[in-house]
C-alpha cells in the first residue's frame, strides 16, 4: 500500500525531472550550431613581447614569446564565428587564396601532423637511390619513428598534386608548367604541407633531433603553426652578391600545420605569376629565376609579407614594417604570432660563418649538405663557407 508520504516523495521526483528535461531542452533552442566551415580570427589570451638586444628595432604589435611580456598581437585562428561571415561554398565563388583557405582550413590549435616529406628522382627502396644520400634520408625516420616519412619522386609527385588539387586546377596547372624540376620541387614542398602539414625536408639534410626538440618547451604547441630557420644573416658590404635577401629563411627544411596563410599566399603566387607568364609566353626555363620564382627569396618576401599584414596582425602599436633588421643576430628561437623563427645554427649549422655554430650545438635541429645537384658548379656556393666569404 502506498502511504500519503511515499505519494509526495513520488510527485516529488516526477515534477524534478520535468522541470529538467523542460530546462534542457529550452537551453538547446537557444543555443543554435554553428556553421563548422565558418571561420575568424581570435584574439590570443597571451601577451607578448620582445626579447631581443637593446640594439634591433622592437618587434612591437607582434609576438616575439616572452611570458612576461606586454604586448598583443592577433593570432591567426580558425574558429566558430557568427553569420555575419559569407562561408564560400563552390571554388568559383572567390579568388584563388580564397579558395584554397576554403579546401584546407587552418587551425593553429591542432597537432603538427606527423608526417616527414622528401622528393627525389628515386625512392629508396630503388638500387638507382645514391648511396651518399642513404645515411641523410634514413636519420629522419631514426630522429621520428612514428611518423610517416615519404620520399616522392617526380612522377609520383605529379598524381599527387592532382589528386590533392583537383579542386583547384589552376594549381596543377601552374605546376605542370614550370620549365625546371627544382621549380617544381620547390612548389612541391609547399603545395604538400599546404595541405597535409607536417616536415618537408630536402634529401640532403640530416635530422639532428626530433622535431618535438626544435622549439622550447616553453612555447606552447597550440600557439604556432609554422616553424622557420634563418638561411643567412651575411653581415657584410657585398652581401648581394652571395644572397638574395639580407636576412634569408630557409626553404630546405619547414614545419606547418596544414592551411597556414603563408602556405596559402606562396601556392597563390606561384599559382598566379607562372599562369601569367605562361600566357605572355616568358617562361623562364634558363635556372636564373629559380631563387626569385619558386626558392629562397620568394619564400623570404612572402614571410615578410605576412608578418606585415594587418589583416593577421595588430598594426596599431607597431612602430613600422618588420624587416631583416628584426632578425639580424638572432640567437634564441622567437615567436611572431603563429610563426616560430628559429636562429641560423638551428637549420644551418657547421657553415662557418654569420654566427652559426658547429653541429654539436645543443640549438643545432638540422644539416644542410648543400649538394645542390640543380645548380652549376659555378653557383653551388651560398651557405657554404669558402675561402672567399670568411
Same mark, same amino acid.
Request: aromatic share 10%; hydrophobic share 35%.
Given at each position: 500500500?502506498?502511504?500519503?508520504?511515499?505519494?509526495?516523495?513520488?510527485?516529488?521526483?516526477?515534477?524534478?525531472?520535468?522541470?529538467?528535461?523542460?530546462?534542457?531542452?529550452?537551453?538547446?533552442?537557444?543555443?543554435?550550431?554553428?556553421?563548422?566551415?565558418?571561420?575568424?580570427?581570435?584574439?590570443?589570451?597571451?601577451?607578448?613581447?620582445?626579447?631581443? &638586444?637593446?640594439?634591433? !628595432?622592437?618587434?612591437?604589435?607582434?609576438?616575439?614569446?616572452?611570458?612576461?611580456?606586454?604586448?598583443?598581437?592577433?593570432?591567426?585562428?580558425?574558429?566558430?564565428?557568427?553569420?555575419?561571415?559569407?562561408?564560400?561554398?563552390?571554388?568559383?565563388?572567390?579568388?584563388?587564396?580564397?579558395?584554397?583557405?576554403?579546401?584546407?582550413?587552418?587551425?593553429?590549435?591542432?597537432?603538427?601532423?606527423?608526417?616527414?616529406?622528401?622528393?627525389?628522382?628515386?625512392?629508396?627502396?630503388?638500387?638507382?637511390?645514391?648511396?651518399?644520400?642513404? !645515411?641523410?634520408?634514413?636519420?629522419?625516420?631514426?630522429?621520428?619513428?612514428?611518423?610517416?616519412?615519404?620520399?616522392?619522386?617526380?612522377?609520383?609527385?605529379?598524381?599527387?598534386?592532382?589528386?590533392?588539387?583537383?579542386?583547384?586546377?589552376?594549381?596543377?596547372?601552374?605546376?605542370?608548367?614550370?620549365?625546371?624540376?627544382?621549380?617544381?620541387?620547390?612548389?612541391?614542398?609547399?603545395?604538400?604541407?599546404?595541405?597535409?602539414?607536417?616536415?618537408?625536408?630536402?634529401?640532403?639534410?640530416?635530422?639532428?633531433?626530433?622535431?618535438?626538440?626544435?622549439? !622550447?618547451?616553453?612555447?606552447?604547441?597550440?600557439?604556432?603553426?609554422?616553424?622557420?630557420?634563418?638561411?643567412?644573416? !651575411?653581415?657584410?658590404?657585398?652581401?648581394?652578391?652571395?644572397?638574395?635577401?639580407?636576412?634569408?629563411?630557409?626553404?630546405?627544411?619547414?614545419?606547418?600545420?596544414?592551411?597556414?596563410?603563408?602556405?596559402?599566399?606562396?601556392?597563390?603566387?606561384?599559382?598566379?605569376?607562372?599562369?601569367?607568364?605562361?600566357?605572355?609566353?616568358?617562361?623562364?626555363?634558363?635556372?636564373?629565376?629559380?631563387?626569385?620564382?619558386?626558392?629562397?627569396?620568394?619564400?623570404?618576401?612572402?614571410?615578410?609579407?605576412?608578418?606585415?599584414?594587418?589583416?593577421?596582425?595588430?598594426?596599431?602599436? &607597431?612602430?613600422?614594417?618588420?624587416?631583416?633588421?628584426?632578425?639580424?643576430?638572432?640567437?634564441?628561437?622567437?615567436?611572431?604570432?603563429?610563426?616560430?623563427?628559429?636562429?641560423?645554427?638551428?637549420?644551418?649549422?657547421?657553415?662557418?660563418?654569420?654566427?652559426?655554430?658547429?653541429?654539436?650545438?645543443?640549438?643545432?635541429?638540422?644539416?644542410?649538405?648543400?649538394?645542390?645537384?640543380?645548380?652549376?658548379?659555378?653557383?653551388?656556393?651560398?651557405?657554404?663557407?669558402?675561402?672567399?666569404?670568411?
Amino acid at each position: 500500500m502506498i502511504t500519503f508520504r511515499k505519494a509526495l516523495l513520488v510527485a516529488a521526483s516526477v515534477l524534478t525531472f520535468l522541470y529538467l528535461f523542460r530546462s534542457s531542452h529550452t537551453s538547446s533552442l537557444a543555443s543554435p550550431s554553428v556553421d563548422q566551415n565558418v571561420i575568424q580570427e581570435k584574439e590570443p589570451s597571451q601577451r607578448i613581447s620582445d626579447a631581443d &638586444s637593446p640594439s634591433k !628595432p622592437p618587434i612591437t604589435g607582434r609576438t616575439n614569446y616572452n611570458p612576461t611580456s606586454t604586448w598583443q598581437a592577433k593570432r591567426p585562428e580558425r574558429v566558430k564565428v557568427t553569420s555575419k561571415q559569407t562561408v564560400m561554398t563552390s571554388r568559383g565563388g572567390g579568388s584563388l587564396r580564397d579558395q584554397l583557405a576554403y579546401q584546407f582550413p587552418y587551425d593553429v590549435e591542432a597537432k603538427f601532423p606527423a608526417y616527414v616529406w622528401q622528393t627525389w628522382k628515386h625512392t629508396p627502396a630503388s638500387g638507382e637511390f645514391a648511396e651518399d644520400l642513404r !645515411p641523410a634520408e634514413a636519420s629522419w625516420t631514426e630522429k621520428h619513428p612514428t611518423f610517416v616519412h615519404e620520399v616522392v619522386t617526380d612522377q609520383a609527385a605529379v598524381h599527387l598534386m592532382r589528386y590533392l588539387y583537383a579542386s583547384v586546377p589552376d594549381v596543377m596547372e601552374a605546376y605542370q608548367a614550370l620549365p625546371l624540376p627544382v621549380m617544381k620541387a620547390d612548389f612541391f614542398r609547399y603545395l604538400i604541407l599546404l595541405a597535409r602539414g607536417g616536415i618537408y625536408s630536402d634529401i640532403d639534410t640530416t635530422a639532428l633531433k626530433p622535431a618535438y626538440e626544435w622549439v !622550447p618547451a616553453t612555447i606552447p604547441r597550440s600557439a604556432f603553426g609554422l616553424v622557420l630557420g634563418i638561411e643567412a644573416d !651575411p653581415d657584410r658590404q657585398d652581401w648581394a652578391q652571395w644572397y638574395s635577401r639580407r636576412i634569408q629563411f630557409c626553404q630546405w627544411t619547414i614545419q606547418a600545420k596544414p592551411g597556414h596563410p603563408v602556405l596559402v599566399d606562396i601556392v597563390a603566387n606561384i599559382t598566379e605569376e607562372t599562369l601569367r607568364r605562361k600566357k605572355a609566353g616568358k617562361l623562364d626555363a634558363s635556372g636564373s629565376s629559380v631563387v626569385e620564382s619558386t626558392g629562397p627569396a620568394l619564400w623570404t618576401d612572402r614571410v615578410f609579407e605576412y608578418f606585415n599584414n594587418a589583416e593577421y596582425f595588430d598594426m596599431n602599436s &607597431s612602430s613600422g614594417n618588420m624587416t631583416w633588421r628584426n632578425f639580424t643576430g638572432l640567437s634564441q628561437p622567437t615567436q611572431v604570432g603563429d610563426v616560430v623563427v628559429l636562429p641560423i645554427t638551428a637549420f644551418s649549422p657547421g657553415v662557418g660563418q654569420m654566427g652559426a655554430k658547429e653541429p654539436d650545438d645543443p640549438m643545432a635541429c638540422v644539416k644542410h649538405e648543400f649538394h645542390g645537384s640543380w645548380k652549376p658548379e659555378s653557383e653551388r656556393h651560398i651557405g657554404e663557407p669558402t675561402a672567399q666569404q670568411s
